[in-house]
């Protein structure tokens, strides 16, 4: 069934999620770069020429923006671009053509930044939302206010952010943003909070907004209806922030797990356990993981496997994911609900790094990536909930069963400074203590995390690859790195060279064949 005609090339379609409003922007003149768009609701189609609100022919609908609608429908978004026009082609080839660049040296961004990012200037657009009730637009967006869409939320209220004051500065220090809450039928925008290194997490009614303060490493709850912020970890005694950052900047925090599904309580995670707050009652903050974690040292993730849900249901079973700070392996475990009343319980323990984790739709078959460093990833499955039938059904890179990768090994010792310091020792296969073996030391920050990780042997253009010197008889030897403000070059010293004398008292090294490799930043502390 034709609907209705037009002439040009389709750029761009959206789809409500009732299927049954659709829009298309289409690309009438690609000389003087005319875009219409036209609305499908039901079978009826209405076409806009000009978008709106704007009516100056200078402008016209984004071509490089997909439109997106509410939930409900009854608005949607597109973007608005100014047009630009192809000029007439010149006779000259391009290598005759001159070229020029004209910087400044207050420019915001450098010109080498300026250059990188010019195709994305080019396809710079403003984000409109159309009321498709009233057929009212306003647009949301300007030269330094940007809006970020989530099709999860209500959509009424969209969080946006405002860098443009801080981008010279994060040519030397870190990015720092203004966070806003914009109201998408009136464009009217409210501060969160300036000079942010971190996102907000709007809840699913768009009334809530949860911020991490880095300078006071505190979780804030901002509410739209009242237009403020109040803290709600600084009396905790648990740190929320980063205690293994150690880099001249301000701590990041441990991960916001998500919203429940009313906009009653949001989850965020300590080092090791997840945390519940509620939002309009005075009950204080849970630990839903009944400190588990911690007494496990194992970090975890709460895993919400239904796409299509708004958040997490209170009364709803979870799988998460556990990783062993002790032995770097992942484990699922079980958590009947979230409700702070039962304790996870261990289901499966992969002794291994799992990859990834999904469940079909209708939430009956659990898929796990498993993966080991001699072992390629393979697909694990279950059907039942606390998976006793799991079993593994792939049988992927057999070529890898051909090769000899040796072994992994994790190993500890400390720094000149006391630091307990960890790192990881790759020996080849059938590895002698009676030879001595040539070997290859290379760092990066941390790695130690990587025990289990699988890497295919291939040529790398900046790092070495550990199987291919590991089964061509060398020793690998990859240690941690903890700095000390100031002293990048020393502490990456202190810990290489201490971490070097433990290998050569504990593995049979040819000290008369070690080699140092290290790129970039490694780079850097290997010329110290």
Same mark, same amino acid.
């Given at each position: ?94 290598? =005759?053509?001159? !070229? /020029?660049?004209?910087?400044?040296? $207050?420019? +915001? ?6 250059? *990188?990012?010019? @195709? ?20 949301? =967006?300007?030269? !330094? /206010?940007?809006?970020?869409?989530? $099709?999860? +939320? ?6 946006? *952010?405002?860098? @443009? ?364």
């Amino acid at each position: 069934e034709i609907i209705t005609k037009s002439k040009g090339k389709c750029s761009q379609i959206g789809v409500a999620d009732n299927s049954n409003i659709a829009a298309f922007i289409i690309q009438n003149d690609s000389i003087k770069d005319l875009s219409s768009m036209i609305v499908i609701d039901n079978r009826k189609a209405k076409t806009f020429s000009t978008p709106l609100p704007v009516s100056d022919t200078n402008y016209t609908f984004s071509k490089f923006r997909k439109p997106l609608f509410s939930k409900d429908g009854n608005r949607l978004f597109y973007g608005i671009a100014i047009r630009s026009p192809q000029t007439k082609p010149d006779s000259l080839l391009k290598d =005759e053509m001159a !070229t /020029l660049d004209i910087w400044h040296w $207050n420019d +915001n961004r450098i010109m080498p930044q300026q250059l *990188k990012e010019l @195709n994305g200037d080019k396809k710079k657009s403003w984000l409109v939302c159309l009321n498709l009730v009233d057929s009212t637009a306003v647009c949301l =967006e300007n030269d !330094t /206010l940007k809006v970020s869409f989530d $099709n999860k +939320n209500s959509n009424l209220y969209l969080t946006a *952010k405002n860098e @443009n004051n801080y981008l010279k500065q994060s040519s030397w220090d870190e990015g720092f943003t203004d966070l806003y809450i914009i109201n998408s039928l009136t464009g009217k925008s409210q501060l969160v909070t300036k000079r942010s290194n971190s996102r907000q997490y709007l809840s699913p009614n768009g009334l809530w907004s949860v911020w991490f303060n880095p300078y006071d490493s505190t979780w804030n709850l901002f509410s739209v209806e009242k237009n403020r912020s109040i803290c709600l970890t600084r009396k905790l005694k648990t740190a929320f922030y980063d205690l293994d950052q150690d880099t001249p900047e301000l701590a990041s925090s441990y991960p916001f797990i998500g919203w429940g599904e009313k906009s009653d309580f949001f989850l965020i995670r300590d080092q090791y356990d997840i945390w519940k707050f509620h939002i309009r009652d005075d009950s204080e903050p849970l630990m839903i993981t009944k400190g588990v974690g911690r007494s496990e040292q194992v970090s975890f993730s709460l895993k919400q496997f239904n796409q299509r849900a708004f958040g997490f249901s209170e009364s709803s079973s979870y799988y998460l994911e556990g990783t062993s700070y002790a032995t770097k392996t992942d484990a699922i475990w079980f958590l009947r609900d979230i409700t702070g009343k039962r304790s996870p319980e261990i289901l499966f323990d992969s002794k291994c790094e799992i990859t990834s984790s999904l469940k079909n739709e209708n939430h009956q078959t659990l898929v796990l990536g498993i993966q080991d460093y001699s072992k390629a990833p393979q697909l694990w499955v279950s059907t039942k909930e606390k998976l006793s039938d799991l079993r593994q059904i792939s049988r992927a890179n057999e070529l890898a069963d051909s090769i000899a990768w040796g072994s992994a090994h994790l190993i500890q010792w400390k720094s000149p400074l006391g630091f307990n310091l960890e790192g990881l020792v790759y020996l080849p296969e059938n590895y002698d203590s009676t030879k001595r073996y040539p070997t290859i030391l290379y760092f990066y920050e941390r790695n130690s995390q990587y025990l289990h990780t699988f890497y295919t042997p291939r040529p790398s253009r900046s790092i070495i690859n550990v199987p291919w010197f590991v089964s061509n008889g060398y020793i690998v030897f990859i240690p941690d790195i903890r700095y000390k403000t100031g002293f990048p070059g020393q502490s990456a010293y202190d810990c290489v060279m201490s971490g070097l004398d433990h290998i050569i008292r504990n593995y049979s090294i040819d000290t008369l064949n070690i080699g140092l490799q290290g790129h970039s930043w490694g780079g850097y502390q290997i010329g110290y």
